[in-house]
Each structure stands twice: as structure tokens, then as C-alpha cells.
């Protein structure tokens, strides 16, 4: 079952803009993980905040967390052609002998020179 | 250098016929994952493995099989029973020491002739 729902569904900027994508989910969480995907290649894990944080940051990546509204928000700042890729969030959902990542349905980033 | 490997890039079968894809990792990572990508969608949980000689059906199970007989090692053999099998196949490892970020292999392209 898809949890995570990413809206929009594709995203065109001029290289140098920020580009924001958002995720939404059903239930609750232990974590939520956003990944990138090179067209055809496997996904690459980006950054990953607990269910108690509300904002993270790595390099030029800001995600933010709302528990409350379910969902999260990944900020890109400063594109450059090659952040051009598809981008998933990924909630983690851990209970019993269950420890497993359920993505959603993914950003499609077109960053252009 | 430690990572996920997936063999082969690319497999051709002929209908009715089972195939074995080939995931190894040198991460000594517990779990393993097997998801499936149609075009333009997410990732869909086929089977997953948190322990050698454990491993839980997905979302989609149907038509596919895996085995756990070493911690490196996750194959996955798509049956004849599977109605539907032309997909990009990933592979992925995790370990709770990392919070369960999940490591892709680069993935393979499987279609059905």
C-alpha cells in the first residue's frame, strides 16, 4: 500500500531556484526519509527525520516535519542541473517484527541550465 | 568498498519461464528489501528480510519467491505465476544501527518477452 502521496507530481525550475516537494501520509511514524533516483539507477538516501524533530537541514537540503498535519515538506535551495532526478519520502512505520519503509509516489525534478 | 549489488543490469525471459535475480551486500546489514518500479510510479514491497532464515511477504508477494540462506545474499525468483512481470527491480539493505536508511542496489531491468 502507497502511505506517502508527493505533491507535485513534476517540478520544472531555472537552475539557481529553489524547488520545494512535498509528501503526506496516513498514518503514524517513527521516521520519515526522503531519497533521490537518478533515471534508471537505485535511490540514494538524502536525509532522515525522527518523528520528534520538526526541521532538519544538510547542505543545501531543508526538510520540515508537521506530525500533526502529516507531512513533510523537502527544500532544495540553489538548484543545479545535476539535482535534476526523481525525488521519494519514505515513512517508516516500525510495530512488532515490522521494520519497513513505505514510499510514496515520487517528485519528478527537471532543474534546466 | 562496501555496497549492494544486483545482477544482471538487464534480463530478458521468455513467458512461462522462472528467472533469479541476484542481490548481495558487503554492509553487514541485517534486513534486506526487494521493491518493485513500474514506470513513472514508486516503489512497491515485494518481500523483506530482517534476519537469515526469516522473511515476510510484502505488498505485492504474488508470483515471486525469495530465499535468506545468508546474511549477504537475497534473491528473488520471479515465478511463471507472475501475471505481470516486466519492472525494474530493486534491492536494498539496512541495519538499525543507521536508523533503518535503506542502501539501493542499482537495480535490475527485467522484461518479459
Known amino acids: 500500500s502507497q502511505q506517502g502521496e508527493e505533491d507535485p507530481q513534476a517540478l520544472s525550475i531555472q537552475e539557481g531556484e529553489n524547488a520545494t516537494m512535498n509528501c503526506s501520509y496516513k498514518?503514524?511514524?517513527?521516521?520519515l526519509q526522503w531519497y533521490r533516483q537518478n533515471s534508471g539507477r537505485g535511490l540514494v538516501h538524502l536525509i532522515l527525520?525522527?518523528?520528534?524533530?520538526r526541521e532538519k537541514h544538510s547542505g543545501r537540503l531543508r526538510v520540515t516535519l508537521d506530525t500533526s498535519k502529516k507531512s513533510s515538506s523537502l527544500l532544495i535551495t540553489a538548484s543545479r542541473a545535476a539535482d535534476t532526478a526523481s525525488y521519494f519520502c519514505?515513512?517508516?512505520?516500525?510495530?512488532?517484527?515490522?521494520?519497513?519503509?513505505?514510499f510514496g509516489t515520487g517528485t519528478l525534478l527537471a532543474v534546466q541550465p | 568498498d562496501g555496497g549492494i549489488t544486483q545482477s544482471p543490469k538487464y534480463l530478458f525471459r521468455k513467458e512461462g519461464q522462472n528467472v533469479t535475480l541476484s542481490c548481495e551486500q558487503n554492509?553487514?546489514?541485517?534486513?534486506m528489501y526487494w521493491y518493485r518500479q513500474d514506470p513513472g510510479q514508486g516503489l512497491r514491497l515485494i518481500y523483506y528480510?530482517?534476519?537469515?532464515?526469516?522473511?515476510q511477504k510484502g505488498d505485492i508477494a504474488e508470483g515471486y519467491s525469495v530465499s535468506r540462506e545468508k546474511k549477504e545474499s537475497f534473491p528473488l525468483t520471479v515465478t511463471s505465476a507472475q501475471k505481470n512481470p516486466t519492472a525494474f527491480y530493486l534491492c536494498?539493505?539496512?541495519?538499525?544501527?543507521?536508523?533503518?536508511?535503506?542502501?539501493f542496489g542499482p537495480g535490475t531491468r527485467l522484461t518479459v518477452l
Open positions: 528480510s530482517q534476519i537469515v532464515n526469516d522473511f
Open positions: 536494498a539493505s539496512s541495519s538499525r544501527r543507521r536508523n533503518n536508511e535503506q542502501f
Open positions: 554492509l553487514n546489514h541485517d534486513a
Open positions: 527525520i525522527r518523528s520528534n524533530e
Open positions: 519514505a515513512t517508516a512505520v516500525y510495530g512488532g517484527a515490522t521494520n519497513k519503509l513505505i
Open positions: 498514518t503514524s511514524i517513527n521516521n
